[in-house]
């Protein structure tokens, strides 16, 4: 599909003569001093990776225990209805008559015809005359011991998102700003269209311009899509609810001093389905004290706690798990090209329901730019803190982020504006020993055994992500741009018997193209 874009103006400028000046009024004009800014924003891109596949190759797996997963055939595709889950996964292994045990394998596959998943078999399937004593014919649909995780899919995925924005106040004052989109998403060659999804955004400032300031954001979207990594569940779209909330409040108590107090929120609830959300907050007490008129020393304090919400009933409980920290360091502009902060300090990661499941780290929250000059930036971020595992309960985790991004403004006139990013995220997951399932390799083949025994679930993942684009802004209210993002994960589990299994490696490229219009 090819996206036809016009020059700005170039219908309504034609047609009725209207100038540009005109134009801009229309994307932005007060009612009552409430300043209405209509939104368009249209994109396409393509995925190569949509369900976040493996990238270890065509592995399959075999689970020895009886009753084998049932297969069916729905809308033309296969799924199968594994033992360890209640929904119904993307199937694309063999389809066979007969399955009968065997002392290597406890079960083999009999001497009867197989069946490639994308072949459409009878659904009634006599035991053949020549089967072994131990085979069992099978009568309603076809059973198989084998699955393979879901295979590469690409695809090229078109948004619409109209919305609209509303603002009282300009944002180099005091002001208030609404605003509202919905996303609506179609994967052309799956043939999907998910439920049109909403987001809505609230931002805000006062200053008194005394003593007092306040600022603050909120933003709460509904999605409907397919999950890929750790929480991938193949063709089945994921609708969640997600709420993230910040603010600020600080108070100068004399011209060199002020205390604050900050916080966040980060709520996720996935509905009908066998995730774990989470719901978890954070507050900050602290004050700084200027040296200068250009940098301020900091010291803050924080507690907080993570709570994870069942999808289902089906899930298992996880407990609740509190956090304290300090931090201690400075903030404002360094030099005259110079500019961020810088923190250090001591994080302790507490779950009180289990004895002797606390640990604690070292912490960093750094954020800096630098001006090369008037067209180039420069940024630098890096987060080092702790977490809980989603997937395991009391399972601990320590993560560190770093991510690098330079903007470098084209030409003159201010239009056209080049970027690019790396980040790189490890996570280092404490040793955590429990009976579980297990797939152990087999030698020779690329088969992999289900094995039920004690596991260690201790891994380390790392995610690297490269991004980079171009925007051309014509007018203020109309931006052009084409993006390019990749993203590999990796784990490494202390078990091999977890690998490449409930946790696959994978990559993805992406491309999009798009344009915005609206302030």
Do not use: C
């Amino acid at each position: 599909m090819v996206l036809a874009l016009l020059p700005p103006g170039s219908l309504l400028g034609a047609a009725s003569g209207i100038e540009a000046y005109q134009i801009d009024q229309w994307m932005s004009y007060e009612v009552k001093g409430v300043r209405i800014r209509p939104q368009l924003d249209i994109n396409m891109m393509y995925n190569n990776n949509v369900f976040s596949a493996s990238d270890v190759g065509a592995v399959e797996y075999v689970d020895p225990r009886t009753p084998t997963y049932n297969v069916f055939d729905v809308n033309g595709g296969y799924v199968y209805r594994p033992a360890f889950g209640q929904i119904s996964q993307p199937y694309s292994g063999a389809l066979q008559y007969q399955i009968y045990n065997d002392a290597s394998l406890n079960q083999r596959i009999a001497a009867s015809p197989v069946f490639a998943s994308s072949v459409h078999p009878p659904l009634t399937v006599a035991t053949p005359a020549d089967a072994p004593a131990t085979a069992t014919g099978i009568l309603a649909g076809f059973q198989t011991n084998r699955f393979t995780l879901n295979p590469r899919v690409a695809d090229l995925i078109g948004t619409v998102s109209p919305g609209v924005s509303f603002q009282v106040g300009s944002e180099d004052e005091n002001y208030l700003n609404l605003q509202y989109q919905s996303d609506n998403t179609r994967y052309f060659d799956l043939g999907v269209a998910p439920v049109p999804m909403h987001r809505i955004q609230l931002a805000g400032k006062y200053d008194n311009q005394s003593r007092l300031r306040m600022e603050g954001t909120h933003s709460t979207e509904f999605v409907s899509s397919f999950m890929g990594g750790w929480v991938n569940l193949g063709r089945t779209l994921v609708d969640r609810w997600t709420h993230a909330t910040t603010g600020r409040v600080t108070y100068d108590s004399s011209e060199k001093t002020d205390v604050y107090v900050s916080g966040s929120r980060n709520y996720l609830n996935y509905e009908g389905v066998n995730l774990y959300g989470n719901d978890g907050w954070r507050g900050n007490l602290g004050a700084s004290y200027k040296p200068t008129d250009r940098l301020s020393v900091f010291v803050e304090g924080g507690y907080g706690l993570t709570d994870f919400i069942r999808g289902t009933s089906a899930l298992g409980f996880i407990p609740t798990s509190h956090v304290y920290g300090g931090f201690v360091g400075v903030r404002g502009q360094f030099t005259e090209r110079l500019e961020g902060s810088i923190g250090g300090g001591y994080e302790i990661r507490e779950f009180p329901d289990i004895p002797g499941a606390s640990f604690s780290i070292p912490a960093a929250n750094i954020s800096v730019s630098y001006a090369f000059r008037e067209t180039t930036k420069f940024s630098l971020a890096y987060i080092r803190r702790t977490d809980n595992a989603a997937q395991i309960a009391r399972q601990g985790v320590t993560y560190d982020t770093t991510t690098f991004n330079v903007q470098q403004a084209l030409g003159t006139t201010g239009s056209w504006l080049a970027t690019a990013g790396v980040s790189y995220q490890g996570g280092s997951f404490d040793s955590l020993t429990g009976f579980g399932a297990a797939y152990e390799p087999i030698a020779g083949t690329t088969l992999r055994s289900l094995s039920l025994r004690t596991v260690d679930y201790k891994r380390d993942d790392s995610m690297m992500s490269l991004s980079g684009g171009i925007s051309y802004m014509p007018r203020r209210w109309l931006r052009f741009g084409l993006n390019y993002s990749y993203d590999n994960y990796s784990v490494d589990y202390a078990d091999a018997g977890l690998k490449d299994v409930f946790l696959p490696t994978y990559d993805a490229h992406r491309v999009m193209v798009g344009v915005q219009i609206g302030y």
